[in-house]
């Protein structure tokens, strides 16, 4: 644990594992209410000089960190594929991206605006000054162990806050290399504190009881989310959640199949599907179904699942044991009511996978709304397809939903590419394209996919308060 700007070892430990191979890859100190208690005072106690501090000052820090991290390329993705199982391309690809938001945020640091206001006296002036929360506490998930900190950490730092982070049970060690860097670029004592701890729940009370902490952020589940929601309420403490989703990706009578089959099969198995913005329901046009799945199948079967340090395959390992069952109910219950499988359908157990959490890319067609797969989040390499016809309403299927995070749309008609834009009610559009994301970008989501935004100029704001000043002149 890293606390007040000392690196802390405590009475327990716990196990980190490769989810590829199942051996031990490291030991972390297993921190709880004592170590975050002592975190969150030393962020209070550096709170005050670290707002006080020109952005300038704040900028430099960043940019520093970015620079450490893209000089770590390598050696960080590594760490990542070994820690979180994804394959090392990926990784490296993840470790820009978690760079990418420490220079976005170092350049926004700087363009904190506020405003001046005409009033209608002629002896007042109003100024609206945009000022740092206060003591931030973040909360990360394991599925994206480094870009999913630096989202979080840039922006509270750019803005004057200081911050508490406790990050996934299963990839602590990325987390440690993160703030090791963090200390190396020059963030002072205090400013930015690690707690790792195998048993999250203590933690999150404390961090919603604390009257110290003034925001909460969390990336993760929405059961989780909706708890430090409920937690968080009695202080009215400001939250963002980034929470699960449940994407439509709609291929219109008039794309491409090919092309939108291709997509589909990056985006869909990117991280083995273990990402809040893949693809769960694939609605195809009934008149182009047969060459899209076609198209699909091909690609999918000939995706290498294995471990990803090796650069031929191209599926990691889900994360633990539960993943993989829950992956297996969903494509067992799909089956069981009539959904065709047309490649996949089960763990792989040979070649030495069976040591690792591997389950094999699979595609699902006549997928319908009254299996599990249809509703719930899958967090797994299963692409279910659904076909629909010119009698379906394509806009309310895909809104059916609860969750509201991100949503695919292929279509060669700009108005029909217009009205679903406009129409979907998700906070993340891709429209012919797989990739919507960027530092630069504001994501997050509406529903039970959560709130706020993080990245973009919005990123920033998540950790301001707005003060307004009235002037009797
Ligand atoms: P997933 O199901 O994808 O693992 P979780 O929401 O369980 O997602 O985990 C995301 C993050 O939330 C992790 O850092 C985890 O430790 C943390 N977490 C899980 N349960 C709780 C809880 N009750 N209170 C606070 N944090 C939690």
Redesign the pocket.
């Known amino acids: 644990m890293y606390i007040n700007g000392v690196w802390q070892s405590c009475e327990n430990n716990f196990d980190v594992f490769n989810p590829a191979t199942g051996e031990k890859i490291g030991e972390v100190a297993d921190g709880g209410v004592q170590q975050a208690r002592a975190a969150i005072d030393a962020a209070d106690a550096a709170f005050g000089e670290w707002s006080r501090r020109t952005a300038y000052d704040r900028a430099e820090i960043l940019y520093k960190a970015w620079e450490l991290m893209m000089a770590r390329q390598s050696e960080l993705s590594e760490l990542m594929t070994c820690e979180q199982g994804k394959p090392l391309k990926a990784a490296r690809n993840e470790v820009k991206y978690a760079a990418d938001f420490l220079r976005w945020f170092a350049e926004e640091a700087k363009r904190v605006y506020g405003q001046t206001i005409p009033s209608a006296r002629p002896d007042q002036r109003f100024i609206a000054l945009k000022q740092a929360v206060g003591v931030v506490a973040a909360?990360?998930?394991?599925?994206y162990p480094i870009s999913m900190l630096t989202r979080k950490l840039a922006p509270a730092l750019a803005a004057g806050c200081t911050v508490v982070l406790?990050?996934?049970?299963?990839t602590p060690l990325c987390a440690i290399a993160v703030f090791k860097l963090l200390e190396e670029a020059g963030v002072p004592v205090g400013v930015a504190n690690l707690v790792t701890?195998s048993q999250?729940?203590?933690?999150?009370?404390e961090?919603c009881e604390n009257s110290l902490i003034r925001k909460l952020t969390?990336?993760?589940?929405?059961?989780?989310?909706k708890?430090?929601a409920r937690?968080a309420a009695p202080q009215l403490k400001r939250i963002s959640m980034e929470?699960?989703g449940h994407a439509p990706f709609i291929v219109c009578e008039d794309a491409d199949p090919v092309h939108a089959a291709k997509g589909a099969a990056l985006v869909k198995f990117l991280n083995a599907g273990?990402a809040c913005i893949s693809p769960n329901r694939i609605y195809v046009h009934e008149s182009i179904a047969e060459r899209f799945l076609e198209t699909l199948t091909e690609r999918v079967a000939g995706l290498r699942a294995g471990n990803g340090m090796d650069p031929s395959n191209s599926i990691g390992p889900l994360?633990a044991e539960p993943a993989l069952d829950k992956v297996a109910r969903q494509v067992e219950d799909a089956v069981a009511k009539g959904a065709h499988l047309h490649t996949g359908g089960s763990r792989i157990l040979e070649n030495g996978l069976e040591k690792g959490y591997f389950y094999a890319p699979t595609v699902l067609s006549g997928v319908t709304d009254t299996m599990q797969i249809y509703r719930e989040e899958t967090?797994g390499p299963v692409a279910p397809v659904v076909i629909y016809n010119d009698q379906d309403d394509i806009l309310a299927l895909a809104n059916d939903t609860n969750y509201g995070l991100a949503a695919y749309v292929y279509t060669q008609n700009i108005s029909r590419a217009m009205r679903l834009f406009e129409g979907l009610q998700f906070g993340i559009i891709g429209v012919n394209d797989i990739n919507p994301t960027s530092a630069a970008a504001p994501f997050g989501g509406m529903k039970m996919s959560g709130m706020g935004r993080e990245g973009a100029q919005e990123g920033i704001e998540e950790y301001l308060e707005t003060k307004l000043g009235g002037f009797s002149v």
């Open positions: 909360i990360t998930p394991w599925n406790k990050p996934a049970e299963s701890a999250p729940a203590p933690i999150g009370r961090f969390f990336t993760g589940s929405t059961a989780v989310g708890l430090l937690d929470l699960g273990q994360v967090f």
